[in-house]
């Protein structure tokens, strides 16, 4: 069973850095996508970044190109987001995200694991 847990969320100003954690088990295949999604009040959850298992390569949403950074400790035990620049329309609840294939996708519906999210809150 797959198994995700986030960490690291908190309250940051404007302009300031966070790292997100996402500690990950439970894989059965060697290949597989993890995900950040982030979902503000009233709004849909929306697809951050990803990372595929099996080459390392990366995928971001327009909206963090250039600050967010995605990247995995050599065991592939964690992921991270590393998140720099920080707006206020950052806001909202951070999921880490899996399911086992080598696909580099921002749509929630390919990702059948997920972990409880963590909160980022981005003041003005």
């Known amino acids: 069973e797959v198994q995700l847990v986030e960490s690291g969320g908190g309250l940051v100003q404007a302009g300031g850095s966070l790292r997100l954690s996402c500690k990950a088990s439970?894989?059965?295949?060697?290949?597989?996508?993890i995900g950040w999604f982030r979902q503000a009040p009233g709004k849909e959850r929306e697809g951050v970044s990803c990372?595929?298992?099996?080459?390392?390569?990366?995928y971001y949403g327009d909206s963090v190109k250039g600050r967010f950074t995605i990247a995995s400790d050599d065991a592939w035990n964690t992921v991270y987001l590393h998140m720099n620049s920080l707006k206020p329309e950052d806001t909202g609840v951070y999921y880490c995200?899996?399911?086992?294939?080598?696909?580099?996708?921002?749509?929630?519906?390919?990702?059948?694991?997920w972990g409880q999210g963590t909160q980022v809150t981005v003041s003005s």
């Open positions: 995200a899996a399911f086992e294939g080598d696909l580099l996708s921002l749509s929630p519906y390919e990702y059948d694991n």
């Open positions: 439970g894989f059965f295949s060697d290949d597989y996508t």
């Open positions: 990372i595929s298992s099996s080459d390392g390569l990366a």
